[in-house]
């Protein structure tokens, strides 16, 4: 039974991660991965209702990401709905490169751990399309987005998918990962910024004139929209502070919270008039795929955690490599060649709770180098695959390009990573 369900589980990822070729959607590849595993568990078992009874105590757990991940990207719909993000934009006025490429990097190494560095990364490349009107010059900054949004994203439990899996896991704290990842994180940016702005020179060209489509938001609206929305979403480590409930509860809550004030300020208009301010549309706008695939490699890696796969496989590093720093490094580098939520979630199920406790050294670096070694590749996080869809960014182009600052960061990062730790252990 390990043997054929490690083969349906390698066949799987070889799916998700050749999506572009295949033309296969990588949700479809991760749910039939996820219940052919547990066909084959099932199957195999000599008592099923053992099994049922393992897969209901996962899916629970994996739920709770799932409705998280669904409340923040509504939120972060109806913001850009209502032209939020545009507060942020309209505030860039420079055209030197060099000046443009740190206040951008920066803009989006912080607006990532507040909303996600997916998102982030979407909003930031939209800006850069007002500011610069040269493909070659806006692609380079796309790269470095997609390094900042990363290293952004790493040091927030709202970041990155994969932090915010160890947080809701219980593997992290929150002031914990944001005190001990925010300096390597900053870090992981800093390094190429200071390599690249040397060889940079001039300035960009703004495009003669920029039209914009659609009905346009009122101020009044448009900030009390984006202000609620980011307030909303900083509210849920609270709000799991002070109730000890999951952060999908809290996240619940501001969604709920965004919706009733949301209708209120629409009131006086007709449907036809809310079109896409409504919670309903940015409930059909956001990306369901990417939450089908969640649950569909989630259940497939909860299947190798319940035969006890995963612990194998730890034993199997612990005894070959004999180093933590080198394993999580290995498991970052791997992350960008494959997705690092099944990385993330394998290492969740390898490595228990007594063995490496809450805020443990392990998880707060698994979190560094999940969310920041996926740079080092265009495929290597949602960020990177998401820049090279919209500017038709070239996987050699990036190669060549980007990688050697983005592993010049990462490792930058890391290495302060430890140093801190050791300064402070």
């Not at 004030?261 to 036809?272: F, P």
Request: proline letters at 3%; aromatic letters at 10%.
């Amino acid at each position: 039974m390990e043997g054929l369900l490690i083969i349906v589980f390698v066949l799987g990822y070889l799916a998700i991660t050749l999506e572009h070729p295949l033309k296969i959607d990588k949700a479809a590849s991760a749910m039939i991965t996820g219940v052919l595993c547990w066909t084959i568990y099932v199957t195999a078992a000599t008592d099923y209702h053992d099994v049922v009874h393992h897969l209901e105590a996962h899916l629970g757990e994996i739920s709770g990401i799932l409705f998280f991940l669904l409340g923040a990207m509504t939120i972060v719909e109806l913001i850009d709905a209502h032209d939020g993000f545009e507060i942020l934009t309209e505030r860039i006025k420079t055209t030197n490169k060099r000046k443009l490429l740190w206040l951008v990097c920066f803009i989006t190494f912080f607006l990532s751990a507040a909303l996600d560095n997916l998102t982030t990364t979407i909003v930031m490349i939209s800006l850069l399309r007002k500011l610069i009107s040269d493909w070659n010059d806006r692609l380079f900054f796309a790269g470095m987005i997609v390094v900042a949004a990363n290293a952004g994203g790493a040091w927030s439990p709202l970041g990155d998918v994969t932090t915010t899996m160890l947080w809701i896991g219980g593997q992290i704290t929150v002031a914990n990962i944001v005190a001990m990842l925010l300096v390597p994180s900053l870090v992981c940016l800093l390094a190429p910024l200071l390599f690249l702005s040397p060889r940079l020179s001039g300035n960009v060209v703004p495009p003669k004139s920029v039209s914009t489509n659609g009905v346009i938001t009122p101020m009044r609206e448009r900030n009390t929209v984006f202000y609620l929305g980011l307030g909303c979403l900083l509210f849920v480590p609270i709000f799991k502070t002070l109730t000890h409930l999951p952060p999908f509860m809290g996240m619940l809550l501001g969604l709920g919270v965004m919706w009733v004030v949301t209708e209120l300020i629409h009131s006086e208009k007709d449907e036809r008039e809310k079109g896409t301010l409504s919670v309903l549309h940015a409930l059909r706008k956001i990306d369901t795929p990417s939450i089908l695939f969640f649950l569909g490699i989630l259940m497939a890696v909860a299947a190798l955690q319940s035969t006890g796969i995963l612990t194998a496989v730890a034993s199997w590093l612990d005894r070959t490599v004999q180093n933590t720093t080198a394993i999580v490094l290995i498991i970052g580098f791997l992350s960008a060649i494959v997705d690092n939520v099944p990385l993330v979630a394998a290492a969740q199920g390898m490595y228990s709770m007594k063995q490496y406790p809450v805020d443990h050294y392990f998880w707060e670096f698994l979190a560094y180098c999940a969310g920041t070694g996926g740079s080092a590749l265009i495929i290597g996080s949602a960020a990177g695959v998401a820049a090279m869809g919209i500017e038709n960014i070239r996987f050699g182009w990036y190669l060549r390009r980007i990688t050697v600052w983005a592993v010049i960061g990462y490792l930058a990062g890391a290495a302060a990573y430890v140093l801190q730790y050791n300064l402070m252990h």
